[in-house]
């Protein structure tokens, strides 16, 4: 079974500062994609970013970019200029052949004045 | 547009009671359907997903039970609550997840006293 991991339970950064939450899976397929969700306090689940396994170019919207590292099973998550509405929790997720995601634990961001 | 609605947003249940959350979409037809539990300070446990009415597809055996009477609909039950179901329950569809991910509800925090 495919597991998603983030190992940093949280993670704080000054604003304006640059920050990137780590995330890795497990998996035995191909193809498959890979999301970044922020939930806020809200609790509202915003789906932040995508991208593809099948595509070497590294996703990026606006502020947020990844680092996709297929053969190191990394996804990981760049947030410039960080501002303090980035504060939430971000979730890493895999998509692969099962009609189902799997998600990570989380990894809590703060955003310092 | 799609929308999705979840109800409702806050609920306090005796032990021993029943259930029913209910979440429906609007704006599209045949979607996908999921329900997410989230545990305090933690990620998303897959529970139920739907590919389309009455097909449910459970991950994790519990006390819960959902259904899809109708194409937009999609409802969590219980017949018993126990003092672990609490947490914070997400409904999400989607159309093509491997495409366009998740859209998530806005979540039900449901405490069970």
């Known amino acids: 079974a495919q597991t998603v991991t983030q190992s940093q339970p949280e993670m704080s950064v000054q604003e304006a500062e640059t920050v990137t939450l780590s995330c890795t899976y497990d998996?035995?397929?191909?193809?498959?994609?890979l999301f970044w969700y922020k939930q806020p306090p809200s609790r509202q689940m915003i789906l932040v970013i995508r991208?593809?396994?099948?595509?070497?170019q590294n996703a990026t919207e606006n502020r947020f970019s990844v680092n996709f590292q297929k053969a190191a099973k990394s996804f990981s998550l760049k947030i410039s200029d960080s501002q303090l509405g980035d504060a939430a929790m971000y979730f890493c997720?895999?998509?692969?052949?099962?009609?189902?995601?799997?998600f990570g634990a989380g990894t809590r961001l703060t955003v310092k004045p | 547009s799609q929308t999705i609605h979840q109800w409702p947003a806050t609920l306090v249940q005796p032990v021993g009671s029943p259930l029913s959350l209910e979440c429906t979409v609007e704006?599209?037809?045949?979607?996908?359907l999921y329900w997410y539990r989230q545990a305090a300070g933690r990620g998303l446990q897959l529970l139920f997903y739907?590919?389309?009415?009455?097909?449910i597809s459970s991950e994790v055996p519990q006390n819960l039970s959902a259904s899809r009477p109708q194409d937009r609909q999609f409802i969590l039950s219980s017949k018993k609550l126990l003092l672990s179901d609490s947490g914070f329950y997400l409904c999400?569809?989607?159309?093509?997840?491997?495409?366009?991910?998740?859209?998530f509800g806005s979540g039900t925090r449901l405490t069970v006293v």
């Open positions: 999400a569809w989607s159309y093509d997840v491997r495409v366009y991910g998740y859209t």
């Open positions: 739907s590919v389309g009415i009455g097909q």
């Open positions: 704006g599209t037809s045949n979607p996908n």
């Open positions: 998996t035995s397929e191909s193809d498959y994609y």
């Open positions: 991208q593809e396994a099948y595509k070497q």
């Open positions: 997720a895999y998509r692969g052949g099962n009609n189902d995601m799997r």
